[in-house]
């Protein structure tokens, strides 16, 4: 039986993710293939203080092969020594020339019990969800039953035992697939953050890591199919994975820097963006006021530190007003069916024609032309300008 352990949606939480990583290089040493299935970089503090550069020596170190998430193509087109980094694996996207690294569409991956094929994919929502400007170059196809059984076939010729997908489309997408007779019948899920982590039906398997780094993904795969799902989870508190105390003990210095206050905690995301909304409404005037809930990733505690900031809004996106005049529901609506929850302000959209204000990022997904807000302001503007008004 052939280990294959899978991260996924980690999204540079190094310093909470310590105890994973240091069973992860463990397992690995000990003959187990591992692979990340997206999402490993950005979407965290640490990643703005990193730059990218230590979660690619981490990528460097401790993977085998890395299949590409919304969050990750920017960093992949500026690696540091694209020559050392695992192999990108994914069959319907390919990079522009510029990518300096290897990128195959699927892979034999050489184990001490078996040859596991990995095959790859990113769905369509998820491409999508890309910026227009990081995923520019890159030549996307859907990835078709068709496609992924040609690979599978592909990789079965050229010596693979067994062959597995790793998918960043979604855990519930990947279910639906499966129930189709999907061409793999054990799929590793990224994207689209779910409770669930494994199901299982007639011989067929979608199983998920936990996210940002809580926990690994294991597999024992069995040439006969009586394949093994195991999840660990770990302690966010682990001491710093080897090699990587002194980033850490860099991190929590550069994140100590106070941003302000607030008079209450906001303990979610979406209380944060509530309360991120009416702000931007006051800022920008407009008569109604529109934010992806998911540009936040968590909430603030009452004295704002450089780091919670930073995780609260890892993406930073400038704030817009959309060209004309536009129906708030009808907008929120669209978004939503972008998969893109929203939060506005007024709390219930108007059903009348308004003045509205938003992300770029969410201008760019809803395909409508805008302008800077006067004065031109970013998504953490807004956020510092709430502990700014209530810092003493």
């Not at 949606?9 to 069973?23: I, R, Y």
């Not at 990108?88 to 990079?95: F, H, M, Q, S, T």
């Not at 708030?328 to 506005?344: D, I, N, Y």
């Amino acid at each position: 039986m052939q280990q294959l352990i899978a991260t996924g949606c980690f999204h540079s939480n190094v310093p909470e993710g310590n105890g994973m990583l240091a069973v992860l290089r463990e397992r690995r040493q000990a003959g187990a293939l591992v692979v990340d299935a997206g999402d490993f970089f950005g979407g965290s503090a640490f990643h703005e203080f990193s730059g990218g550069r230590i979660e690619e020596r981490i990528l460097r170190e401790h993977y085998d092969a890395v299949v590409p998430g919304n969050h990750d193509l920017a960093d992949l087109m500026n690696l540091a020594r694209p020559d050392l980094f695992p192999p990108v694996i994914c069959a319907n996207l390919r990079p522009p020339p510029a990518f300096r690294g290897q990128w195959e569409s699927g892979l034999v991956l050489h184990g001490r019990e078996l040859d596991i094929g990995i095959v790859g994919y990113l769905g369509r929502q998820a491409f999508e969800a890309i910026p227009a400007s990081e995923r520019a170059g890159f030549a996307y196809v859907e990835p078709t039953a068709g496609l992924i059984a040609a690979e599978r076939d592909r990789l079965l010729e050229a010596g693979a035992d067994l062959v597995v997908g790793v998918s960043h489309s979604g855990f519930a997408h990947d279910i639906t697939d499966q129930a189709r007779d999907w061409p793999l019948t054990v799929v590793v899920a990224g994207h689209c953050h779910s409770p669930s982590s494994h199901w299982f039906s007639h011989g067929r398997h979608v199983a998920k890591a936990p996210e940002t780094g809580m926990g690994l993904l294991r597999l024992g795969l069995d040439r006969a199919g009586a394949h093994r799902v195991t999840i660990d989870t770990f302690n966010c508190d682990a001491e710093p994975a080897e090699g990587l105390a002194n980033d850490v003990a860099a991190f929590r210095q550069w994140g100590s820097d106070r941003v302000g206050t607030l008079p209450v905690p906001l303990p979610d995301r979406e209380r944060a963006a509530r309360a991120l909304v009416r702000q931007a409404l006051r800022d920008t005037r407009a008569g109604t006021f529109l934010v992806n809930t998911f540009s936040l990733r968590t909430g603030l505690p009452t004295q704002v530190l450089r780091s919670d900031l930073l995780n609260c809004a890892p993406f930073d996106s400038d704030i817009v007003v959309l060209d004309g005049l536009h129906d708030p529901q009808a907008l929120a609506g669209r978004a939503v069916e972008l998969g893109e929850g929203v939060t506005s302000a007024p709390d219930t959209p108007p059903a009348e024609l308004a003045v509205v204000a938003t992300t770029r990022y969410l201008a760019d997904r809803l395909g409508l032309a805008c302008r800077p807000s006067d004065p031109p302001c970013t998504l953490r503007g807004i956020l510092t300008r709430l502990t700014e008004e209530t810092s003493p």
